[in-house]
């Protein structure tokens, strides 16, 4: 791996080999010190050059997130909407709106607009959005409510520690394909309207006609089913599998 040694100002991949080293000699206590975060992002929120409302565009409006994320489930990265999108309808739709200015002059002059960007994982973890969007893992997961914020901050913390706790309980965030972008909805919590959901039958389910479940229980029955149907296995003690 000769480009590790090529950041000079970035130590982190010396100390994943470091981390490396000692779990081969054994050294665990090293590995837990390093996976204990050392800092969170947590309500990062940025002022924007446009007060754009998610509350509004997603959530009133409800232009499913991928109209203007369209690589998320594509690309590796997911992508923000160009000046043209928003033209569509502003070219209508509160035209003359002073809180719009900043958008007509990226339009016009084809620069777009510059926004702050908020999460960012390190050069040094791999991540890609569109495999966890096609295995059926929400955004709320990693995002939070977008849907509910008028301006929006970094909801959950992204660290080490929060990608491998799912990834060693998958089945706590697996959810319908059509269901991703689709921030408010849980799993349904009776039995029968469960299993159809999943066209199947309560008893091949392990559970009885009838049952009301609580709402963990059926997100749990939910995602082994599809854990199982969608063979989902997530890196966890892999370490290559996020740090290539
Ligand atoms: C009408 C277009 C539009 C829709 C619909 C939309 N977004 Fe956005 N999104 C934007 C724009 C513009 C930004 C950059 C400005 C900002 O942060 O508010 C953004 C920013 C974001 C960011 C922060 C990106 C960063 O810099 O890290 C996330 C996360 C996000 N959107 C998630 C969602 C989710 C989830 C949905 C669906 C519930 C959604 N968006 C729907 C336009 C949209
Ligand atoms: C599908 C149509 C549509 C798209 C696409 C769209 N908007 Fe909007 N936007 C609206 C509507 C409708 C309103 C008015 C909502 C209201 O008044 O309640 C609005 C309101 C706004 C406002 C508030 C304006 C004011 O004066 O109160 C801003 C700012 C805004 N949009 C920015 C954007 C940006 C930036 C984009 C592109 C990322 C975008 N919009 C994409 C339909 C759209
Ligand atoms: C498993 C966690 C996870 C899920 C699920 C997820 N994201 Fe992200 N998102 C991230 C991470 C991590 C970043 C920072 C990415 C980076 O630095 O490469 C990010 C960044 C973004 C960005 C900023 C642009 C970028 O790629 O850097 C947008 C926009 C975004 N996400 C939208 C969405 C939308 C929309 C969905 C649902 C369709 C979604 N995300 C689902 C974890 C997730
Ligand atoms: C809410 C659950 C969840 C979270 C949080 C999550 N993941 Fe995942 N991840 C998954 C699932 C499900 C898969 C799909 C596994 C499969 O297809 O077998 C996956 C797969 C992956 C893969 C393998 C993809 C490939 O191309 O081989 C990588 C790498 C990965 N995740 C990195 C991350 C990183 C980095 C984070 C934290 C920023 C993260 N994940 C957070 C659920 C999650
Ligand atoms: C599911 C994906 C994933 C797996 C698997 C994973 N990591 Fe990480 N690791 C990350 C992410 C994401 C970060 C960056 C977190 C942040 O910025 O807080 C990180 C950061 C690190 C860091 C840097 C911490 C610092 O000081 O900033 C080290 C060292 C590390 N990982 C070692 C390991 C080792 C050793 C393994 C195997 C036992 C491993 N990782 C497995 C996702 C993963």
Redesign the pocket.
Request: hydrophobic residues 35%; proline residues 12%.
């Given at each position: 791996m000769p480009q590790i040694f090529q950041r000079g100002a970035n130590l982190?991949p010396l100390?994943?080999l470091?981390?490396?080293g000692a779990?081969a000699t054994g050294a665990v206590g090293a590995?837990w010190y390093?996976f204990t975060?050392?800092?969170?992002k947590v309500g990062y929120q940025p002022s924007q050059p446009i007060p754009f409302s998610h509350k509004v565009h997603a959530g009133q409006l409800n232009i499913d997130c991928r109209f203007c994320h369209s690589f998320a489930d594509s690309g590796a990265h997911s992508n923000l909407p160009s000046t043209q999108l928003c033209m569509g309808c502003h070219t209508q739709v509160q035209k003359d709106s002073p809180k719009l200015e900043p958008l007509r002059q990226g339009w016009a002059s084809g620069k777009g607009v510059p926004w702050v960007q908020i999460h960012k994982?390190?050069d040094?973890?791999y991540?890609n959005h569109s495999v966890h969007i096609n295995r059926g893992v929400s955004c709320v997961e990693c995002h939070g409510r977008v849907d509910q914020m008028d301006v929006v901050y970094q909801a959950k913390?992204?660290?080490?520690n929060f990608?491998?706790e799912c990834?060693r309980a998958p089945e706590n965030a697996l959810r319908p394909l059509d269901k991703v972008t689709d921030l408010g909805w849980k799993a349904p919590t009776q039995a029968d309207e469960l299993a159809s959901l999943l066209g199947t039958t309560p008893d091949k389910l392990k559970l009885k006609a009838g049952d009301q479940l609580t709402p963990g229980k059926a997100q749990k029955v939910m995602g082994e089913h599809f854990k199982v149907q969608r063979g989902v296995l997530?890196?966890?003690?892999?370490?290559a599998?996020?740090?290539r």
């Open positions: 982190v100390k994943i470091l981390v490396l779990l590995v390093y975060p050392e800092y969170t994982t390190p040094h973890a991540f913390s992204l660290t080490m990608c491998l990834h997530p890196p966890d003690s892999n370490c599998g996020c740090h």
